[in-house]
């Protein structure tokens, strides 16, 4: 499904317009990108949870030379995928 779908999915299920339904989808994105930013995490309760991680300073290799170097520390986002959204992949 892409946001177009998406946007047209939601409008149709919560009686707003598509336009309305584009800008809550928009606003939601907005929200997420900042609070993950911050550091917080965003807990959708039986859908998901999605926060920052660190990623620890490792060393790594050069695939084409076998060189050794080493890769800084770094950010990540990990999506959790809750009770709900877990039983709907699974076909439950």
């Known amino acids: ?5 998406l946007v047209t999915a939601v ?14 989808l928009s606003a ?3 929200v997420l990108v900042e609070a993950v930013a911050k550091g917080e995490p965003v807990k959708l309760p039986g ?3 999605v ?3 660190e990623r620890a300073a490792r060393t790594g290799r050069n695939p084409r030379t076998g060189e050794a170097l080493e890769i800084a520390a770094s950010f ?3 999506l959790t995928a809750g009770s709900k959204l877990k039983a709907a992949a699974a076909g439950d």
């Open 1 to 5: 499904m892409n946001r177009s779908e």
């Open 11 to 24: 409008a149709e299920r919560s009686g707003l317009t598509q336009t309305d339904a584009d800008a809550v």
């Open 28 to 30: 939601f994105g907005d």
């Open 47 to 49: 859908l998901m949870t």
């Open 51 to 53: 926060e920052r991680v």
């Open 76 to 78: 990540g986002a990990k």
